[in-house]
C-alpha cells in the first residue's frame, strides 16, 4: 500500500501531521509530497519537509490523502500534479480528504452519489455529494473528515481500513488516554 500525502503551503498542520503519525505508526508506507517545492509552510506557519517534490513524484499511489486548510485546499485544487493522481488514483485505490480538502474531490465530480462530510459550510460548495455531520465517513474507497479535532480519528479509521480493527485497536489503546 503506497499512501501519498499532497503537501501545499497553507495546508492545516494537525490534519495532515497526527493522520501522517499515526499511519507510519502502523508501518504504513506514507509519502509527502510537496507542491512546487520541498519546504512547505502550513497555515500557522510550522514548516514541514516533505519527503518529495512533486517533480520527485512517479505518480504512483494506491491511496492519496489531502488535508484541508486555507489557503493550502485552493492550492491543492490548483495542482495539475494532485487532479492527475486523484483522478488516476479514484480509479481502483482510495481517496482521502479532511476538512476543507473534500471540496476538490467534489469538483471533480468523485463525490457525486456518495456520502461525504467536510468542514461545516464547505458542503455548499460540493454539488451532487451526500452532505454528512459525521466526524469520519467512508463510502466505499472514499474517507472524508470533518476537520482538525476530527483528525486522529481519521488517521485511526485509516488503520482500520488498511490493517485491521486490531492493529487500530492498539494504536489507539497506546496513543490515547482516556
Not at 64 to 76: D, K, Q
Request: hydrophobic share 45%; charged share 25%.
Amino acid at each position: 500500500m503506497k499512501i501519498i500525502m499532497f503537501l501545499a503551503d497553507g495546508f492545516e498542520e494537525v490534519e495532515a501531521l497526527a493522520p501522517l503519525d499515526i499511519l507510519r505508526r502502523a508501518g504504513l508506507c506514507v509519502k509527502t509530497v510537496g507542491i512546487g517545492k520541498k519546504e512547505i509552510v502550513g497555515a500557522h506557519g510550522i514548516k514541514v519537509v516533505s519527503d518529495l517534490c512533486e517533480c520527485e513524484f512517479d505518480g504512483e499511489a494506491d491511496c492519496v490523502f489531502l488535508p484541508g486548510g486555507m489557503p493550502g485546499t485552493l492550492n491543492l485544487d490548483a495542482s495539475r500534479i494532485v487532479e492527475d493522481t486523484v483522478l488516476r488514483v479514484a480509479q481502483s485505490g482510495y481517496l482521502v480528504a479532511i476538512c476543507a480538502a473534500p471540496r476538490v474531490l467534489g469538483r471533480l465530480g468523485l463525490l457525486d452519489g456518495r456520502r461525504f462530510t467536510c468542514y461545516p459550510g464547505t458542503e455548499a460548495l460540493i454539488k451532487n455529494g451526500i452532505f454528512t455531520p459525521d466526524r469520519v465517513v467512508t463510502d466505499g474507497k472514499v474517507i472524508t473528515a470533518r476537520g482538525m479535532g476530527c483528525a486522529v480519528e481519521l488517521g485511526l479509521t485509516l488503520v482500520s481500513i488498511f490493517c485491521g480493527k486490531e492493529k487500530a485497536d492498539a494504536l489507539r489503546a497506546a496513543t490515547i488516554s482516556e
